[in-house]
């Protein structure tokens, strides 16, 4: 190894090579914008910090030409005596593992090796640079156990996996920077946590360790960058991509608003408004929210325009890595005259060609809706404009909204979870499996992680007792071993513990993935298993834009068949409905106020205005200082409407909460719904509302105990158990070709939740679940900040004859939780045997 | 127990018993009758701790009770389990495991327990002789039953059997919803619901004149099906 590689260089070399890389641009024809010399600069001083732009600003330049100019400088470029050299050989020359760059997506990596390569090529260097993901081939992984390249692409799971390895630390031995890309991405989630804690790992060993991240604009910048640094170091270095782009927010209004829907979300109706806006772009991306709805919309398209064959496509999660690829190379070269897609094409590299983006439906969010529209208009000086396609009048408004916050600069925030201990244990399984740790010193370790710097000695020790034996329901089992403690040393030394943890590494719950194959082998791509449990052998559905027919499901995969005529069941995925923002809802109120004082301000607020008129008229348009409830009586029962407007986030809370106070009043059970503007409690008896009024029902008194004790709160936490059951590796999973071993020790996380509240109630994962569903799915903070201002409003208490506009999106809603006061078996006798049909 | 659901199946006097277990009398004496029971999975907890998954112990423990106190409450002599006694091979010389085995035998020991065996009883090796359980191939006569694991028609009687653990969504007004475990005739076969709590229900699919039972807060209530 040459010995010359990890010298500083000069300045007098860094100046030199500062001025090959300008040439560079000007030979290209651009000029270095201000933030990327100013990253480089801050790079050249040993700095790490934060770059925050929208997309396609050059981000990715600032960050990586910090590097290459060190690399340049240090004079790391292919002799030219040497450049027709064999590949392998090459590879073997280059200077070891220098830069990480961190990826969310692996889908990503491809895309991004390319334009990384680019300037490594045109400079001349002598670096090599490969990807590390879950497609990697073994091939490429073999070559690198021996060796890694010079900068390596990698997910947070591979980078985990790394970790996992005995000879990590020479592995890493000269690194000297990490680039985490797409950050907010990461950031809100728990693979932001085990990011965390792999970048503390890093820099135990590398002290000097430099670390960038690349962040699109969030509203807590300053918290962003605090995480991804740790504790350790020097303040963060904030830059901001300078250039300003514009933005045009605009929708496909309904040409006659009292006909038009006042729930729903596909949006087809708006179709033929839709078709013109396509035809007359050169390319473009129609947004939905979700995969089912992807997939419908692609269907209709095709049927009214059935010469765009072969000229639109589909793009999801779900989707084959195969023809996923074939999407985006078709944007890239602008052969796609629209792909219809979800969240999935919301990151990534740009697709220049593309000039102009629709959104079908609610995009939920601020920043959410600045991404999508920097999707398109990348050409300088050009505007990105969206296009928002509401799918009921609702809708209207919150475009609107969603406009009044994109102008007045809120965006949303994203909050590290606080210490998962989920992640923490996954974390030290990993460490004992690689080089095996030191109570002490891991402990110091994770502390120098943000999200892991309140991690007590107690919770410690508990984790470490957990992995060692078992916790305390295992005291009597001296044959349980995660983890041995041996010598002061912990160390994984059973081979199937360390292939099984290998293999759960990764923070990301998901239901089981069924991969959809043809009875002749080719690959479609995966469903939920959740999904495919409610269809039998023969009935259709529609994936991949294609109606398929299920032949059988064997092995983790669903065997298909091209069907036929038309289709019953479309996917309908999980992870669909997302909640509109605070920020967002915040501007709705506004909105909904001005309404109510007469201010329709925009397009949007104007079309919508007949309706919002009825609301009124029926009901009330309620203010910012006011709460709405809504009484009705129906056939199904007892409705109450509460309309806080804070997301359905926070309602979920709220309808748990105000149908625990009020069952308390009387044995009956409350079917609760909730949606971004309102609660729905569905009584088969009167509700003692006005009672409940006048003591307790607003108060934010005893918040969190109540929620706490509320049937709701229970499953919730059943259902958020499942994420820390997999990541703490309580549950596997299941992955193809798992031996029968693997097999039987398959649970559902909801029977492990109910055996450790029988027999291990003090399980901190166990208590864990229940803080998840409170600080991260009901948002705590919020809740109680809602239920303040909703407890200092003027209650507007309305009996409406029939439901309201804003009512009947509630009613019709079939998603609801229970919270009952009657026992198990009178609900039984009250209830009916459920008809299971195709469409669920 | 108020909560029992007695009935005739195939010529023979049953009660469905809330203890996920159907008891047939001694015909000639109130007493001395036989428990049947279905999916047991003795070990499972075992299994995933010998695989370095942390399950709490007490799962095992708290069937073991269950199935006593179901014996003694309806004064059974004669125990038979419909397969799946046991759940994997992994874990079976967990100490701790066949101490609670042994005690619990010793407990019952005026109780014959017979096994039709299962498939998970086949790969975990049969019980230990020295548990005293006579093991049966599926399927086994008990005029005029026919005792199976997988349910299945028997042209010498009607069958009863496990193995699918049986559970049936229902739905109220308004889309509320509830699993429970449950009995399931359909024909001639009686299905059993799995006797261990830790194991995850099988919905099922009901057809027209299939009768159904499931178990909500200690009680067996028949479900309308002629929907």
């Known amino acids: 190894m040459n010995t010359h590689l990890s010298k500083q260089p000069t300045a007098a070399a860094r100046t030199r090579a500062k001025r090959t890389v300008r040439d560079w641009f000007s030979a290209t024809g651009r000029k270095p914008f201000r933030f990327q010399t100013r990253a480089w600069n801050a790079y050249a001083h040993g700095e790490s910090g934060l770059i925050h732009a929208t997309t396609g600003t050059g981000k990715t330049l600032a960050a990586w030409l910090g590097p290459v100019i060190d690399g340049l400088a240090r004079g790391e470029t292919v002799d030219p005596a040497k450049a027709r050299e064999a590949e392998t050989k090459r590879r073997r020359r ?143 270095t ?77 793009h999801h999660g779900s989707l084959g890595k195969e023809s996923r690829r074939w999407v985006e190379a078709g944007l890239k070269n602008g052969e796609l005259k629209c792909v219809v897609s979800t969240s999935s094409l919301d990151l990534g590299v740009d697709f220049a060609p593309v000039d102009r983006v629709l959104q079908v439906g609610s995009p939920k969010g601020v920043a959410r809706l600045l991404q999508r529209a920097g999707r398109s208009g990348h050409a300088p000086g050009q505007t990105s404009r969206v296009t928002c396609v509401p799918t009921h009048a609702f809708e209207l408004v919150e475009v609107a909204a969603a406009r009044a916050a994109m102008d007045a600069g809120r965006i949303e925030a994203r909050t590290p979870p606080k210490k998962p201990l989920d992640v923490l244990i996954q974390h030290a399984v990993t460490v004992a499996l690689g080089t095996g740790f030191d109570r002490d010193e891991l402990l110091a370790e994770i502390r120098t992680a943000s999200s892991f710097a309140a991690v007590t000695e107690a919770e410690w020790d508990w984790c470490l007792d957990f992995i060692t034996r078992g916790g305390e329901a295992l005291r009597n089992y001296p044959e349980y071993s995660r983890v041995v403690l041996r010598d002061g040393e912990y160390r994984v030394e059973d081979k199937g513990i360390a292939r099984r943890h290998r293999m759960s590494i990764g923070t990301i719950a998901s239901d089981a993935a069924v991969e959809v194959r043809y009875l002749k082998g080719a690959r479609l791509g995966t469903v939920e298993e959740h999904f495919l449990s409610r269809l039998k052998p023969g009935d259709k559905f529609l994936f991949a834009g294609r109606p398929l027919e299920l032949v059988k499901v064997f092995e983790m995969k669903a065997w298909v068949r091209r069907a036929k005529g038309t289709t019953g069941a479309v996917p309908r995925w999980s992870g669909g409905r997302m909640p509109l923002s605070g920020e967002l809802a915040a501007a709705v109120r506004e909105r909904l106020e001005e309404a109510r004082d007469g201010e329709y301000r925009g397009p949007e607020m104007k079309s919508v205005r007949p309706i919002l008129e009825l609301q009124r008229d029926w009901s009330h348009l309620p203010g910012r200082d006011e709460l709405l409830i809504e009484r009705v009586k129906t056939r199904d029962g007892h409705h109450l409407f509460f309309f806080p407007f804070a997301g359905r986030q926070v309602h979920e809370g709220l309808g748990a909460l105000w149908a625990l106070r009020l069952s308390r009043r009387v044995s009956t059970t409350f079917a609760v719904t909730v949606n971004d503007y309102g609660v729905e409690l569905l009584s088969p008896v009167p509700a003692p509302l006005e009672a409940a009024l006048n003591e307790n029902l607003l108060s934010p008194e005893r918040l969190r105990e109540d929620i706490a004790e509320s049937l709701n709160a229970v499953e919730m936490a059943k259902r958020q158990f499942r994420e820390i059951a997999r990541v703490a590796g309580l549950v596997f999973v299941g992955y193809p070709g798992a031996g029968k071993s693997a097999r039987q020790m398959q649970a559902s996380s909801g029977l492990l939740y109910d055996v450790f509240q029988n027999y291990d109630p003090g399980n901190l994962l166990f208590k864990q679940a229940s803080e998840e569903v409170l600080d991260r799915q009901l948002d705590a903070a919020r809740l109680r900040e809602t239920l303040e201002r909703i407890n200092a409003a003027k209650v507007l208490l309305s009996d409406c004859r029939r439901p309201t506009p804003l009512a009947f999106p509630l009613l019709v809603d079939r998603m609801r939780e229970r919270v009952s006061s009657e026992t198990l078996a009178d609900r039984v006798r009250r209830m009916t045997l459920r008809l299971e049909s195709a469409a669920g | 127990m108020t909560g029992d659901f007695p009935l005739t199946f195939g010529g023979a006097d049953l009660v469905l018993l809330p203890e996920r277990a159907a008891y047939r009398p001694n015909p000639n004496a109130g007493s001395g009758g036989t428990l049947y029971v279905a999916d047991t999975h003795w070990g499972k907890t075992a299994a995933f701790r010998a695989g370095g998954i942390a399950v709490p112990a007490g799962t095992t423990a708290a069937d073991l009770s269950r199935l006593t106190a179901a014996l003694r409450r309806v004064g059974a002599t004669r125990l038979v389990v419909l397969g799946d006694l046991l759940h994997a091979r992994q874990g079976r010389n967990e100490p701790a495991f066949n101490e609670a085995i ?53 042209p010498r009687g009607a069958v009863l059997a496990g193995h699918v653990h049986p559970a049936i969504r229902l739905d109220g007004p308004g889309g509320e919803r509830l699993k429970l475990p449950c009995f399931h005739i359909a024909g001639d076969v009686l299905t059993l619901p799995a006797f261990t709590t830790f194991a995850d229900g099988l919905s099922i699919r009901p057809t027209v004149g299939d009768r159904l039972c499931v178990i909500a807060d200690g009680a067996v209530i028949e479900v309308d099906t002629s929907l």
Do not use: M
């Not at chain 1, 782009?245 to 839709?274: C, M, T």
């Not at chain 2, 230990?128 to 005029?144: G, H, K, L, N, S």
């Open chain 2, 102 to 154: 042994r005690t619990w035998r010793a407990g019952v020991a005026d109780v014959r327990i017979e096994l039709v065996e299962g498939n998970h009883d086949r790969s975990a090796g049969g019980p230990d002789p020295r548990w005293a359980i006579d093991v049966y191939d599926e399927p086994t006569p008990d005029p005029p039953l026919v005792l199976r694991h997988v349910p299945h028609a028997d």
């Open chain 1, 238 to 314: 904030i830059l901001s991509g300078g250039r300003r782009k514009k933005y045009a927010v605009d929708s496909i209004l309904p040409q006659n608003v009292e006909r038009f829907p006042w729930s729903g979300h596909l949006g087809l109706k708006q179709l033929d408004q839709v078709l013109p806006i396509v035809e007359s772009a050169a390319s473009s991306i129609l947004f939905t929210n979700t995969r089912s709805q992807t997939e419908l919309w692609y269907q209709a398209i095709l049927k009214a325009r059935p010469d765009w064959a072969g000229r639109i496509a589909l």
């Open chain 1, 94 to 236: 280059s200077p070891p593992l220098r830069v990480l760059w961190i990826t969310p997506l692996r889908a990503l990596a491809g895309d991004t090796e390319n334009s990384l390569r680019v300037p490594l090529e045109a400079l001349g260097l002598n670096w090599s640079l490969e990807s590390r993901t879950g497609d990697t081939t073994s091939k490429i992984k073999s070559r690198q156990s021996k060796r890694l390249p010079t900068a390596l692409l990698t997910t947070p799971e591979s980078l985990s996996l790394a970790l996992a390895r005995a000879d990590c630390v020479e592995q890493f031995a000269h690194l000297e920077c990490v680039i985490v890309d797409e950050w907010h991405e990461l950031l809100g989630s728990k693979r932001g946590s085990q990011t965390e804690l792999c970048l503390a790992r890093l820099r135990r060993w590398r002290p000097g360790l430099k670390t960038w991240g690349l962040s699109a604009t969030l509203g807590n910048l300053e918290e962003a960058a605090a995480t991804l640094l740790g504790t350790s170091g020097d303040a963060p």
